[in-house]
């Protein structure tokens, strides 16, 4: 009741100028704990003080903002701990937007479905390739628009930040989104309802980036039928029941759950569903899996070469398809044993695909019930293209579907599923980067059913696009956040039927793989192996590297480039130094060791017992985190959680290195305390702290820094121990190498 007469105390200042006069029936309720906001404005903030009973008496504790309406206001706690106290509403606030709702000429906002899958390939559903069985999805691309050259980021957390943004990753902000705002911010004082169910693998949690609803996993990968303890309801823990759970199924349960709730609301909405399939661990369904289970002992060559086709008479394709690389065999060449777990993790793969279109034809059901899927836009999309790295295969005797089984990716199938094109997940060629993108919008589309769009789009543009769908201003200020500016466009001429003449240059750039596209042109480079230089309007299976012929282009797209990644991302420098001179092999540690059909077992094996233990190093005999520290490992960054009782990472043993001197470098991030210190031995007898010592400064305020550490000792390293700070905190590494005194660079603690 307080904040409602809050309410009354500013209306009666505030002139509405507008059909409903504010002021009487104002109700208002201090909800429970926990519960998120139901309110957004749709005219400004003005941040007043806010009251608490506490005891007998009232406290002016928390810093509330008063939303001001055309037609009401509302309040929303921005509270120090971002909890959530409790909800004010003016009940004047629903009657006059409804009655302006009722009483305009402007067709009603469409809701907004964004579906996105993880570590979805390109070709991997019906309408774009695939024989995996999408009925769903199908229909949606028929009914609809599939672009041919929509374009993620190739990797999960900075696709995300780059669809929820409309930036690229590290001008938002990175994973913390400091410098961006997200679409539910921007949506809901539009007058949206905003939910979403799934993924998250970013920092905080939804419920503190908009949504109002939230159910999903924090994390970046998942049992899909145990969870993990990262699972949040509405910013709650939520306990991971040990029946009846399917991350699939749930977070589809939860998002019909919240459109039960947004329609209550009279609101339109926007449902951001972010599924983990076919994310490893591959855990399918039973009757899933089995419906495949044989239909993939033909192999990848055919499969691929079945694909190609199917791209071509679906008029999506028309182009030259990649070879099969030296790095995959020909199926046939592979041992029958080889071939069987093969068959069987491509039959997984599958059943992970069909379950999400499965569950997506719940979701069509639901709007065909409700009568709301002619004016719903449904975007369906990949975060990345197939992965190849292949790392533990837990039960691969076992059935994936017993509860127990992880199987891992397969660069064979990886390949197969990023038909026609190259490379994968991570690297910035057209496999990793393209994804599929249906567009289904009955009421408001102007293509015809079924078209294909060939305008080059970019998750970026998934922001600027739904804000002009949805009436929304994009906000240039924000509390907290230093915005910087938008990079995606909005793609409504392609819905108008239109195309799009040019747009600003797409930029790529994930670790040390980078590109560029720039009209027809893709500058790229595989993990800073020299640039190539690809006319996608002619080659877009990147097969004829043309950079010899047009030097000044690629000169031209390497400074453009460079200056966007230091001018625009303010990436760190390291990212953007010169591409190597000479072209080495290609290869990962991590895609499938074909040659050794008990490669990818051994690797687990070897794993076994080092419970906290983050992947191998090259060569090494592994990380291990030292008492007082927790270590996890998300996408090739070593993520540290100290305790402060002497913190730190032990390698074990180092890869073979030349003699020294060392330098020992790499990149940090650290909201702990204290010097940084390592240790090295030369042999196996000596255990740190015995041996070698160096302390080094290092700050501790979050941003990442390069650190660079000369280590006099001409011996060849055999262990390393390194702590990055002294007390209690967060850090984290990336890019950790040495260089030898010839300068020869070897990396340690590679994770991806
Ligand atoms: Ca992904």
Known sequence: MLFGLLCLAFAAVLDFNEQCVFCFGISASCSGKNRPWDFENAGGWYIVPGFQKKGGSMHMKNIFRLAVYRTGLAFQAIAPNRSYIGTA?????????ALQAADSSEPPKPNIVVILTDDLGFSDIGCYGSEISTPNLDRLAANGLRFSQFYNTAKCHSSRVSLLTGRWCRQAGNEKMTSAVTIPEVLAPAGYFTAMAGKWHLDQEPTDFGFQRYFGHLSGATSYYKGDNTFRLNGQPWAVPEKGFYTTVTDMDYALKFLGEARETKKPWFLYLAFNAPHAPLQPLEADYKKYLGKYDVGWDVMRAARVEKQKKLGLLAVEASPRPDHIPAWDSLSPEMRNWEARRMAAYAGLIDRVDQEIGRLIADLERSGELKNTLILFLSDNGACPYDRKNIGRDGEPYDGTSAWSDSTGWAWARNTPFRYYKQNQFEGGISTPAIVHWPAGLKTKPGAIVSSPAHLVDVLPTLAELGGASIPEKWPGRDLSPLAGISLKPVFDGQTIASRPPIHLLFASDRGLRDGEWKLVSFQSQP?????????????????????????????QWTDMADKVLHAPAKEYVPVDVVATERKHREW????????????????????????????????????????SVQDGQLQLQCEGNDPGLVFNTLPPLSTGPYTLEFRLQSTASGDGEIYWTTDAQTIPTKGGHLVFSVKHDGEWQMVTLKIAETRALYSLRLDPCAGSGKACLEGLQIKDASGKITKIGETE
């Open 89 to 97: 509403v003016s009940s004047a606030l629903l009657a006059p937007v």
């Open 592 to 631: 499938t060791v074909y040659s050794d059909p008990d490669a990818s077992t051994a690797r687990h094996d070897a794993a076994k017992g080092k419970k906290k233990a983050a992947k191998k190093g090259s060569g090494s005999d592994g990380i291990r985190a030292r008492v007082g520290t927790k270590l």
């Open 531 to 559: 640039w190539e230089l690809y006319n996608i309007a002619q080659d877009r299976t990147e097969l004829h590297n043309v950079i010899a012929q047009h030097p000044e282009i690629a000169s031209r797209m390497t400074k």
